[in-house]
């Protein structure tokens, strides 16, 4: 059993700046991906960013250039800055895990957040 707790969310003006976190507890052997997603109210989730265990990264276009994603492998524990924020970004934004509970784990597991609110102001 995994879980994800993920926490910063809140109101911001446009332009202003969020730092997420999301830290997994619970049968953990290694996390593989760790990333973030977003659903706005009536539109579907989407990627926001992922981080591999080797460090490489992927971020959705709209974002690039402003949105860090950070992990910190001791703590189980991802982070999101996101800076210059707009307003259509309002979402609750989601911490995803992809998880190796044992060393011989087969298949890995994917686990999701609650999610948090961010709302970004006009």
């Known amino acids: 059993q995994v879980q994800l707790v993920e926490s910063g969310g809140g109101l911001v003006q446009a332009g202003g700046s969020l730092r997420l976190s999301c830290a997994a507890s619970g049968r953990i052997f290694s996390i593989n991906v760790m990333g973030w997603y977003r659903q706005a109210p009536g539109k579907q989730r989407e990627l926001v960013a992922t981080?591999?265990?080797?460090?490489?990264?992927n971020y959705a276009d709209s974002v690039k250039g402003r949105f860090t994603i950070s992990r910190d492998n001791t703590k189980n524990t991802a982070y999101l800055q996101m800076n210059s924020l707009k307003p259509e970004e309002t979402a609750v934004y989601y911490c995803?895990?992809?998880?190796?509970?044992?060393?011989?784990?087969?298949?890995?597991?994917?686990?999701w957040g609650q999610g948090t609110q961010v709302t970004v102001s006009s």
């Open positions: 981080m591999t265990n080797d460090g490489s990264t």
């Open positions: 995803n895990a992809l998880v190796r509970s044992t060393a011989y784990s087969v298949p890995l597991l994917r686990y």
